[in-house]
């Protein structure tokens, strides 16, 4: 049936942006908002943390021990990799609609069950907290492959990019929700309990109250998953996974006339030819001969392979800098004394400030760079894009770092984060946004998200390696001795490019190699292969 597939995907490839499209984006988008939330609002309370459980023995107000700090920031991508492996691997076997589910309820529950404890003791809390973090990124990890894959298997092929970037792009939306979520809950707390500055007085500087400020922050990223579970139970399964996997081009069309302004009806003489002729092939052994290979083949190895390692590797090297820059905003604008000295705070005083710097930064560099992203990569295309966020990202780390002493005079601090920011931007506006969309257009579709989720994984591995190893860095050689390592990795993530191919306005069919067994047809032979394509107004 791979011509008549193909037949009926093309229709989906030349079809119109239409009111859908716009849907699918806020349905899957919102699973990456709360990604992104709750992912990055744990670097707005683990001082908090510090203050609440952890103040015997110094005098630094909101020091973790440095275990316990790593595991609260690299526990959830630990999950993140697991889940990302998993779900991706199950999208492809079940089908995208079945496991789409999943992950959000996951999501929905683990983000519930953080800002709860098993006990009041430092030990309780801090376990409590890992354990259900580690299950909230296993659930975030398995919306990676399968948003991706299903806006990818939506869209038309001329604004693929834009509506894949677009959903990855509700993840700044996250990152700004979790500073103003986090700003609010302390301003309404700090006018409710005030309290001295941590140099007046030690023990009043951290309200018993406080200890709710962290849970609320952490809790409220479930209600934006529950409110699109409806939806996403709603959508059907993608005309592509069931034409192309699930071998059933009837309910392909039947599918795609529900959900689009185009009604497709194969006709039944030629679905009961098609699938006389599947039965022959099949008791003659030939059927899908040359395109039926699995993940662990040489056919794979040759035609995707490099592609694989080329998705994988720039994920990779990506992440490292963008979670160790995201997850220790703080530690660097504390160094620089933009943020003010913990000691001449308290515990809410200092969630705030620390949100508000956060928010400033998301707001001015963050959002804009994700849709700098959605509104050009359809006319750069992605490889231009990460070429050029990779090349950007390790010139401004270096004039970071080089005259790295320089930022820290005050009156200099600015330049600092201007500077810092404009990372930020080229990160966004290049490969934290490219190596989301190209694993989603280049590989066959019974491999598509699970190929998606290895290169997903492998930038996970990239964001435990930036968690963990960014401070313990930044504690053995300092932090300007780091940027010069950040900036070293992003100029490798800019020569592992080169393995990437440029998808720009070829269909997926083209990209993974699977038109070529089956002969991509045009739109009016689609109709005279017994297609019935009508657009309604």
């Known amino acids: 049936m791979g011509g008549q597939s193909l037949h009926v995907l093309n229709a989906l490839d030349v ?3 239409q009111w859908y499209h716009f849907t699918a984006i806020v349905i899957a988008g919102m699973g990456f908002f709360t990604d992104s939330y709750d992912l990055f609002c744990i670097s707005l309370v683990t001082k908090l ?3 609440i459980y952890y103040t015997e023995g110094h005098d630094k107000p909101g020091s973790l021990p440095a275990n316990v700090s790593a595991a609260i920031n690299g526990v959830a991508f630990c999950g993140s990799l697991a889940g990302q492996l998993f779900f991706g691997w199950l999208g492809d076997k079940m089908g995208r609609k079945r ?3 999943m992950t959000l309820m996951l999501m929905v529950v683990s983000s519930i069950a953080s800002g709860l404890s098993f006990g009041k003791d430092q030990k309780a809390v801090m376990a409590t907290l890992c354990f259900f973090r580690f299950w909230l990124g296993f659930g975030i990890g398995g919306d990676y492959p399968l948003s991706a894959t299903i ?3 939506y869209a038309n092929k001329k604004t693929r990019g834009a509506f894949i970037a677009a959903v990855f792009a509700m993840q700044g939306f996250g990152i700004l929700a979790g500073g103003l ?3 609010a809950v302390s301003a309404a707390f700090g006018a409710l309990y005030p309290a001295p500055t941590f140099q007046v007085n030690p023990l009043l500087s951290t309200v018993p109250q406080a200890d709710y400020v962290w849970r609320i922050i952490l809790m409220f990223g479930a209600i934006p998953a529950v409110i699109t579970y409806y939806w996403r139970m709603k959508m059907p399964e993608t005309a592509r996974y069931t034409a192309l996997v699930a071998k059933n081009t009837r309910q392909a069309a039947a599918d795609m006339s529900k959900v689009l302004q185009v009604e497709i009806e194969a006709e039944p003489e030629k679905v009961e030819i098609e699938t006389e002729q599947e039965k022959v092939e099949e008791l003659n052994g ?9 993940l662990f083949t040489k056919e794979f190895l040759l035609r995707h392979g490099l592609h694989l390692v080329g998705t994988a590797s720039t994920w990779f090297l990506l992440d490292i800098a963008y979670y160790s820059q995201n997850l220790f905003q703080k530690d660097v604008f504390s160094a620089i004394g933009w943020i003010p000295a913990a000691k001449t705070m308290n515990a809410i005083q200092e969630v705030s400030k620390i949100a508000r710097a956060q928010t400033l930064i998301a707001l001015c560099s963050t959002v804009p760079g994700y849709w700098f992203t959605v509104a050009l ?3 750069m ?3 231009t894009i990460q070429l050029m966020g990779f090349f950007f990202m390790t010139v401004f780390m270096l004039a970071l770092a080089i005259p790295y002493h320089h930022w820290t005079v005050s009156g200099n601090q600015i330049g600092f984060v201007v500077l810092y920011s404009l990372t930020f931007f080229f990160a966004n506006f290049g490969p934290n946004a490219t190596t989301f969309v190209v694993p989603a257009e280049i590989f066959p579709a019974r491999l598509r998200s699970t190929c998606h989720g290895i290169s997903a994984a492998a930038g996970k591995a990239g964001a435990m390696v930036g968690a963990f190893g960014f401070l313990y860095a930044q504690n053995g050689i300092g932090l300007r001795n780091t940027l010069l390592i950040l900036s070293g990795i992003n100029l490798l993530g800019f020569i592992f490019t080169f393995l990437i191919p440029e998808s720009k306005g070829k269909s997926l069919e083209e990209m993974s190699g699977e038109a070529e067994q089956n002969n991509t047809p045009t739109r009016e032979s689609a109709m005279e292969a017994g297609l019935e394509v009508r657009t309604s107004v």
Request: glycine share 20%; charged share 35%; hydrophobic share 35%.
């Open 381 to 383: 295309g992605r490889f």
């Open 181 to 183: 979520v986090a700003i």
């Open 377 to 379: 990569i359809d006319k």
């Open 49 to 51: 943390l510090g203050r």
């Open 15 to 17: 079809a119109k942006t």
């Open 286 to 294: 030939r059927r899908g001969r040359g395109n039926e290979f699995g």
């Open 99 to 101: 496991v789409y589910g």
């Open 151 to 153: 806006m990818a298997e």
